[in-house]
């Protein structure tokens, strides 16, 4: 059930001068589909920036394909090679040249609702089903898919790529060149709530102790009254929910890019250039640097600071502040070094168990120390 | 690129009379909008409500303000203030009092699909794109923004606010005052498999081992035939995810609130004023107590019973039943001073190693136990 | 506030003959809907597949039962009775036939938008304000709830049941009996980001050690010109997200389940019938095998190996390749025996401290090796 799609066409003499890289052979030669050097037949560019790719490049019935700086490309039987230096960037430049467009109409799809005095730029192209707020103003080249709803009042700059289902609350405020993937929601409440008396969290937090004997918490709502305002060349993934601020907003810098299913807390700040990845939970108030990597599952509690260029492992537990340039591991998050000696000391014990015994077997039983 | 937005005006006055705090100065002094002291300026009210904020505020523009209750207002020159007792409770109120209600026209929009046979209460404001079923029925002043979809037979009380993109399946039944998130889902099916033979999980569970000798399995479906029953003033977060029940309902009771990306699996039972924080997942047919707070990330394994009162730490993974009136940690979840007990011991382990070290080099190398 | 529901039919014996079961009695009865034990009356099958339940079926006005196999029927005041022997596997039998259709109507809806060159299989129901894009492919006896969005070129096998809100991305080719719960994203853009030079994830890898001497990254992204490819009789869960490949296609094979809210990563490769419980997340480029079970909130790292038959316990943290026929948990995941010898390893610590000093006070104090 193989399916024919619409394919993009490039020359190897173009797409080296993309990549910055060499073309070499038969430079005029058209490919219109990158593949993975075992699959790649004619008409194929295959993707074999690395030598262990070279077994199955020479295989294969490829005529083209993006090497490494010093491959012998004429050895695997090529018609034509780009040579490239390093390998994950040229995917980014290979990626962006066959990358095909949504599947959107220009101009803005009949069954759209959009406020009257909402200001959509040029260029812009909205599909089925989406619903545009009061005072909205969004730039130049926007493209919003189906099903999108963006309510009052919010600002979102040029050349936005909106996927369907996203969620844009009121007042948000978004930079140029904007991504969202599917069903990520902008601007929700903040999980915050009060009890008129002292509750129980509040007891444990100063005595350490749950007595019962707190009132039965009525709890309020704190509503937010801020927004969610976000920088330039920010992408948000898939069914990620960012809650809105309480009196200020909540802050994304430029650059910074989350995952699917990431959950960003009320009044949180995120700094510039900043990778957040699946899962990752950050509590409101908490503040986080630029430049740092916060991988899978991650959860950073509230009103922590996790410094600039920070790296925390997979499921790390952040409950205390990070300084800057620290790589945190575990829970409750630690440096690395210190996890990794914790791990350590955990399989020792029962070596030291045997030593001890040993020991005990080896001295007299009466006290010799007073 | 800073927008006008609609405001909400108050005296100084009102705000202290809905707040149960006192006002002082020229308490008919109208201000539009609660800001961060440093921040505040005249028209502005600063929320100054802790000694800590006094340096922003003196320096601020400020001309009126919230402080806490023996605050020497004049000496921030202000014009007036408002003087509060708990804090973070005041800030509810305030919230409340300058809260924007969503862009949504009163009425039914035309591009909404209603079944005729629907009952929709007095006040009722539907957005576009929001499909409702056969038989449902919803209590008066609901407001129901763009792209919600009820499915037939739902019933929902008075005063629900269910923001965009919201999906509640069929069936599902609803108390008063309702708050839904955006993108959340109320009664997807339950995750609930059975193979004709005995698998490898079960295998696992009598044995300890996986043999690879049982069957390879073949999920069959177990439907989910119950559905899902909400108390009163219960909140769920954007794109959390609730299960309906197999046989029953899956149950969350008044007063409790959901975070964000919460996952509550199929008959699961939650009781009254309960915090669940974003990303918790709570499994099959668990049982949550009363005045429990499940910090971020939580899991909570199926058919475990965590009694009332109990707090959980965040990323606590709860295999087993909790006691009421515990705080847990850690995994699997331990009481409190246990799991602090254990990150203790790990630290010893390498001094632990030191000393023995230099008493297997004191002591005979010859066994004198017997 | 009860409320009356469709409900569907059946006789005693006509349940047997489906459950493969003993029908006993007035197997003529009939019966509407499976009720807990305790709670049935007149009308309801009690499910009481277990002796447990034994004591709340004697004291319920049940007059029909699904039992254990050699249960002594008539002891429990009913008129009928199906005797049966997995219990578990009847559940699936029970649901299946009291199951109730979603409330769709057969055929198109009005407000639905279906570009002229897709392709609908016989038999369809599709629901208001769903899009079909161009070339898609729908097989026969689709069901398609509100507001689902279907890119173009997507290929859907027969019999699909999709439900509200679902978005599914240009490319993606899913098989047969397919069932998408509410909210689920198939097709979203991979989480990959490339700096030119290298970054300070590739420095700590490298070196171990973060020194904020790499150049500030400037994350430019790798686009998923790949796709999602899903085999048959697969699930995905309420709110899941998964992600396109970046160059060939993100693969989950026949048979396998995926829960709430659970992350798929770029270019995973998920075996046959794998169940993927909720709030699990997989990061790019991972390999899942066959028959493998995933507790929840588990986390797998980019283009690790997890093989066939393994079983993982919740929150497990699977940094590293597992080996087939394993059950690991923890962080970092590792073999069951090994984490529980972890645990016993830190509550021994205290003890093995004492003993320590016991034996300190009793070895003289200078050095006796040499």
Redesign the interface.
């Known amino acids: 059930?193989e399916?024919k799609?619409?394919l993009v066409s490039h020359s190897i003499a173009d797409i080296a001068a993309q990549l910055g890289g060499q073309a070499v052979g038969q430079t005029d030669l058209i490919v219109t589909?990158?593949?993975?050097p075992a699959?790649a037949g004619p008409g194929d560019l295959a993707?074999a920036m690395d030598p262990k790719f070279a077994a199955g490049l020479a295989q294969s019935r490829a005529e083209a394909a993006v090497l490494w700086a010093d491959a012998d490309w004429q050895s695997f039987g090529l018609k034509a090679a780009i040579l490239v230096g390093?390998s994950?960037?040229a995917?980014?430049g290979i990626?962006?040249l066959?990358?095909?467009p949504?599947?959107l109409a220009p101009g803005i799809?009949s069954?759209a609702?959009i406020d009257p005095s909402a200001e959509i730029g040029d260029g812009a192209a909205i599909?089925?089903?989406v619903?545009i707020?009061?005072?909205v103003?969004i730039g130049a080249g926007v493209r919003i898919?189906?099903?999108v709803?963006i309510?009052?009042?919010v600002?979102i700059g040029e050349h936005a790529l909106i996927?369907?289902?996203v969620?844009i609350?009121?007042?948000v405020?978004i930079g140029d060149r904007f991504?969202a993937?599917?069903?990520c929601?902008i601007g929700?409440?903040g999980?915050?709530?009060?009890?008129?008396?002292p509750n129980?969290?509040e007891e444990?937090k100063r005595t350490?102790r749950?007595?019962?004997e707190t009132a039965?918490?009525?709890?309020?709502?704190?509503?937010?009254?801020g927004a969610v305002r976000i920088g330039d060349d920010v992408?948000i993934?898939?069914?990620?929910?960012i809650?809105r601020g309480?009196?200020?907003d909540t802050k994304i810098g430029n650059?910074t890019?989350l995952?699917?299913?990431v959950?960003i807390?009320h009044n949180v700040q995120i700094g510039e250039?900043t990778?957040i990845?699946?899962?990752v939970?950050i509590?409101g108030s908490a503040v986080i640097g630029?430049?740092v990597?916060l991988a899978?599952?991650v959860?950073v509690?509230d009103h922590v600071t996790v410094g600039s260029?920070?790296?925390a492992g997979?499921?790390a537990?952040i409950?205390n502040n990070v300084k800057?340039?620290?790589?945190v591991m575990?829970?409750?998050a630690q440096p690395?070094e210190q996890f990794m000696?914790?791990?350590k000391?955990?399989?020792?014990?029962?070596m030291?168990?045997e030593?001890?015994a040993a020991?005990?077997?080896?001295?007299?039983?009466?006290?010799?120390?007073?």
């Open positions: 059930m399916k799609v619409s589909r990158p593949r993975e699959a993707l390093r994950r960037y995917m980014s990626t962006t066959f990358d095909l949504p599947g799809h069954m609702v599909g089925p089903f619903a707020g009061a005072n103003r898919l189906s099903h709803s309510a009052e009042d600002i996927h369907a289902g969620r609350g009121a007042r405020r991504i993937q599917p069903g929601v929700s409440d999980f915050s709530f009060v009890t008129p008396e129980a969290v444990m350490g749950i007595t019962g039965a918490p009525e709890w309020t709502r704190i509503n937010s009254l992408e993934g898939a069914n990620a929910a809650d309480t009196v200020s650059g890019k995952d699917n299913l959950h807390g250039t990778l990845c699946g899962q939970g509590a630029d430049r990597v899978g599952q959860g509690a260029d920070v790296i997979a499921q537990g409950a800057p340039e620290t790589m575990g829970y409750p690395r000696r914790g791990l000391s955990i399989r020792r014990v029962p030291l168990s030593r001890l020991v005990e077997k080896r001295v007299p039983n009466e006290d010799v120390s007073g």
